[in-house]
């Protein structure tokens, strides 16, 4: 494996401040490095580097192929695969707005239950979906394809029009082999997989947070003050008392897990929604999890998380972690989509509804009791871990070599 | 449960998790592997560990990542040798949190003595206990190690 060096440093940092009394601790953190304490520092190195190391989806064969990705490119942005011939994934997932949809729930055939997750970074998550149905990214991206709610489409409609439209059925030879004359439903996991080399490509850009980061690690003065001072009071809210960070870890500021941290699962006018206890029942029932024939991964080394499942109690009522990276294009949050803004996300914790939790759930979650002030100190840091996504983002690959431009 | 005697080299050897002392015979025929981390046990029983990554590469317990799968290496040792023992459960959880992991592990025995656990992940940042639970016959012991994964 290859380690960056600012990796390399987070580690050293790490076992630094774990070896305990050998690190000559510093008296007085300095405005050198930001105020911050040898311990912040090595805490804040474990948020990076951004963007991070990948190494494609051995489940998924067409992973990092570029007549794949300039495919599932045009799949992507395709109303053809869905039932009306109106809504494509684009239709929620809009580049415009970090690639989910601004509305409190999905809208696609009929009104759904749950916001959008973006799609940026996807390809970092092992969990897919606020309930984690899927284990891999390419079934995460063949469900809306036939829910009835969604795109509401079919395996048989999906492999017509990849073997009707020139231009989709030259750039499936060149990214599968071969013409798109195989059965109707490896069409389909086929169509998802190059969907999903596709989204592998979307990673949004280094933040002002970022910059922070490695200026810190560099001890880079200039670097370090450019941050504002409410994001780093911020952030140390985030990292001490908060203890957002237990659940928001890593560069991707989630640890792809699940939690309930209060949100009400209780959905309009009388269901409920289970959450991971849903989730994981059908995950296991898919025939397309990482357990199943369609993984590309003969040693099944990828499905450890899916083979090690452990359903609990506490499962009910829990979603995903979700990223806090592009937070500011992505309202609004939550699970149900129901708060509109950072500073309702960071009242929420502020006030939590202690009585909402679990019974069997999480232990640590207190009501944060913040100030004003410094409410708005965890929303500018929250800010800071976004950034204007480029146009180079939404940018579509060119045709394939021999395919005719549409 | 049915019950069995241990036996090493002929020498019945019933009270080991009992701790109740068999004269330690030196380590030789089972040195714990340089790398491996002791868990406070009852002597003779002598209860190692070590973590390595997905990729088998070894690591220091203290570098555990954070919600990444790993895999563990637990030796078991007396005084005579490999203990006859069997880790029956490996399981982890977070007192402070009163949860555990959201993954069930998997034991394999690799050798005398020897096993290999699957499927392990600390998914937070926090304090973690580490219970090893060892089975000889109708006898069970639970050994208890604690760390910090930041």
């Known amino acids: 494996m290859t380690l960056r060096f600012a990796e390399i440093f987070a580690w050293l940092a790490a076992g630094l401040l774990l070896a305990g009394p050998a690190v000559p601790a510093r008296a007085q953190p300095t405005a050198a490095d930001g105020g911050f304490s040898t311990a912040e520092i090595a805490r804040i190195a474990g948020h990076g580097p951004w963007p991070m190391p990948w190494h494609g989806d051995p489940g998924n064969r067409v992973s990092g192929n570029d007549a794949a990705i300039r495919l599932g490119f045009r799949l992507f942005f395709d109303p053809g695969l869905s039932a009306n011939g109106r809504i494509s994934c684009a239709s929620c997932h809009d580049p415009a707005r970090g690639f989910q949809d601004g509305r409190a729930n999905a809208q696609g055939l009929r009104t759904g239950t749950r916001n959008t997750p973006g799609v940026l970074d996807v390809r970092h998550q092992r969990w897919f979906g606020w309930d984690g149905a899927h284990d891999n990214l390419w079934s995460a991206s063949l469900r809306p394809?036939?829910?009835?709610?969604?795109?509401?489409?079919?395996?048989?409609?999906?492999?017509?029009?990849?073997?009707?439209?020139?231009?989709?059925?030259?750039?499936?030879?060149q990214a599968f082999g071969k013409a798109p004359d195989s059965a109707d439903a490896d069409l389909l996991v086929n169509i998802a997989k190059a969907i999903a080399a596709w989204q592998e490509t979307l990673v949004s850009p280094r933040t002002a947070f970022d910059h922070f980061r490695d200026a810190l690690l560099a001890n880079d003065a200039s670097g370090i003050g450019a941050y504002p001072a409410a994001a780093k009071r911020g952030l140390r809210l985030f990292l001490g008392p908060g203890q957002c960070?237990?659940?928001?870890?890593?560069?991707?500021?989630?640890?792809?897990?699940?939690?309930?941290?209060?949100?009400?699962?209780?959905?309009?006018?009388?269901?409920?929604?289970?959450?991971?206890?849903?989730?994981i029942r059908r995950l296991l029932a898919n025939p397309n999890n990482l357990l199943g024939r369609g993984?590309?991964?003969?040693?099944?080394?990828?499905?450890?998380?899916?083979?090690?499942?452990?359903?609990?109690?506490?499962?009910?009522?829990?979603?995903?972690?979700?990223?806090?990276?592009?937070?500011?294009?992505?309202?609004?949050?939550?699970?149900?989509?129901?708060?509109?803004?950072?500073?309702?996300?960071?009242?929420?914790?502020?006030?939590?509804?202690?009585?909402?939790?679990?019974?069997?759930?999480?232990?640590?979650?207190?009501?944060?009791?913040?100030?004003?002030?410094?409410?708005?100190?965890?929303?500018?840091?929250?800010?800071?871990?976004?950034?204007?996504?480029?146009?180079?983002?939404m940018a579509a690959p060119l045709t394939a070599p021999g395919c005719r431009p549409r | 449960?049915?019950?069995?005697?241990?036996?090493?080299?002929?020498?019945?050897?019933?009270?080991?998790?009992?701790?109740?002392?068999?004269?330690?015979?030196?380590?030789?025929?089972?040195?714990?592997?340089?790398?491996?981390?002791?868990?406070?046990?009852?002597?003779?029983l002598q209860l190692a560990w070590r973590p390595l990554l997905q990729d088998g590469t070894a690591i220091a317990p203290e570098l555990i990542p954070m919600a990444r799968h790993f895999l563990v290496e637990v030796q078991l040792c007396d005084g005579a040798g490999p203990s006859p023992a069997t880790l029956s459960r490996i399981d982890a959880?977070?007192?402070?949190?009163?949860?555990?992991?959201?993954?069930?592990?998997?034991?394999?025995?690799?050798?005398?003595?020897?096993?290999?656990?699957?499927?392990?992940?600390?998914?937070?940042?926090?304090?973690?206990?580490?219970?090893?639970?060892?089975?000889?016959g109708t006898e069970v012991q639970r050994l208890f190690h604690d760390l910090a994964i930041r």
């Open chain 1, 145 to 173: 394809i036939v829910d009835p709610g969604e795109m509401g489409g079919s395996a048989a409609r999906s492999a017509a029009r990849l073997r009707n439209d020139p231009d989709l059925a030259c750039h499936y030879r």
């Open chain 1, 245 to 279: 960070a237990t659940c928001h870890a890593g560069p991707q500021f989630s640890n792809g897990e699940f939690a309930d941290i209060g949100v009400p699962f209780f959905i309009k006018p009388d269901g409920v929604d289970p959450g991971r206890q849903g989730g």
């Open chain 1, 295 to 393: 993984n590309d991964d003969a040693t099944r080394g990828n499905a450890t998380a899916t083979r090690h499942l452990r359903p609990e109690h506490r499962n009910f009522g829990e979603f995903k972690v979700p990223t806090l990276r592009n937070l500011r294009q992505t309202a609004p949050y939550m699970h149900n989509g129901s708060l509109a803004s950072l500073p309702e996300v960071v009242r929420h914790y502020s006030e939590l509804d202690e009585d909402r939790l679990h019974s069997d759930g999480e232990r640590i979650l207190k009501p944060l009791r913040l100030s004003e002030g410094e409410a708005a100190d965890l929303v500018a840091f929250l800010e800071s871990i976004s950034a204007a996504l480029p146009a180079t983002a």
């Open chain 2, 1 to 44: 449960m049915k019950s069995r005697r241990w036996r090493h080299g002929g020498v019945p050897c019933l009270a080991l998790l009992c701790g109740l002392g068999l004269a330690t015979q030196g380590l030789a025929a089972c040195p714990v592997d340089k790398g491996f981390s002791a868990v406070s046990s009852p002597p003779p």
């Open chain 2, 93 to 136: 959880t977070m007192p402070a949190h009163r949860h555990g992991m959201n993954y069930r592990p998997r034991i394999r025995q690799v050798g005398a003595g020897r096993f290999r656990v699957e499927g392990m992940m600390f998914h937070m940042s926090g304090d973690w206990r580490l219970e090893f639970e060892l089975t000889a």
